[in-house]
């Protein structure tokens, strides 16, 4: 197994602590979705994707309805997705991904996390060669599914990566091909359970335990921010 396996494995057990948080980053990104290729998940592959992810969170079904109707009222704010790049103490590299409808606050509030913490805050781009951009699904087995047969069914899509994790097939591939790979999974009636991109490392650092903590207390206060989404970096 791969990269996309062993960053899988370092992150599956760090998730959002607090549910409202996690609700109100869905919220966004459906709202967002449903903004820019309609409120019809039939016909809107990306927010037929988003509500799946909902579903994965426990997101209720009234959350969900109420961020694809505000998408379409006049007074709601124009979230963008922007990226940010820096180093954490110890030459740590951080890739933040953020939903702001006041790109001058999250880039205040991005710089003053990494200055309190010993981190600096550098330029869109620099961490290019660090970080791999792919997309991930994650689908129910079928009961008798050959994995290889099915990896090699696959080929056409450019995946990377297909394994097995706690029942469920895990498909890694570049982040452009989302689209036919989605369509493939649906029109051959697979359960997409959840569709994310994620930011792979090339490069993973060994820290020590002491150098781990003053790293997290940046990453924790960079997580808490409303505006953020993902966060990564190639800690190991």
């Given at each position: ?10 992150r ?8 409202a948080?996690?609700f109100?980053?869905?919220g ?5 979705a449903a ?5 019809d998940p ?7 994707l988003l ?7 426990n ?6 309805e109420?961020?694809i ?5 006049k ?15 110890h030459?740590?590299a951080?890739?933040?991904?953020a ?12 710089r ?7 981190g600096s805050?550098?330029?869109h781009?620099?961490?290019d ?10 689908i ?11 990896e090699?069914e696959?080929?056409?899509?450019n995946?990377?990566?297909?394994f097995?994790?706690?029942g469920k097939?895990l498909?890694y591939?570049?982040f452009?091909n989302f689209?036919?790979?989605?369509k493939?999974l649906?029109?051959?009636n697979y359960e997409?359970?959840e ?6 490392p ?7 335990e ?7 207390k ?9 505006d ?5 970096t190639?800690?190991?």
């Open positions: 197994m791969g990269r996309a396996f062993e960053f899988r494995k370092e599956k057990f760090k998730r959002w602590g607090n549910m948080k996690v109100t980053r869905l966004r990104e459906i709202t967002m903004k820019a290729g309609g409120a039939a016909t809107n592959s990306k927010l037929r509500i799946q992810n909902a579903r994965s969170e997101m209720p079904k009234d959350n969900v109420r961020a109707k505000r998408a379409f009222e007074d709601t704010s124009e979230y963008k997705e922007v990226v940010f790049e820096g180093y954490a103490p030459g740590i951080v890739l933040i991904e939903a702001t409808d006041n790109n001058q606050r999250t880039v205040a509030n991005i003053s996390y990494f200055n309190k913490f010993n805050l550098g330029t781009g620099m961490l060669f660090i970080f791999d951009r792919k997309c991930r699904f994650t129910t087995k079928k009961e008798g599914l050959d994995l290889e047969e099915f090699f696959l080929i056409d899509f995946v990377e990566e297909v097995e994790e706690e097939i498909i591939a570049e452009q689209g036919p790979i989605q493939f649906e029109e051959n997409i359970l569709f994310k991109f994620e930011r792979i090339n490069d993973i650092k060994e820290v020590t002491e150098q781990r903590i003053e790293i997290e940046l990453l924790e206060r960079i997580e808490e921010d409303d953020v989404t993902q966060v990564f190639n800690m190991a």
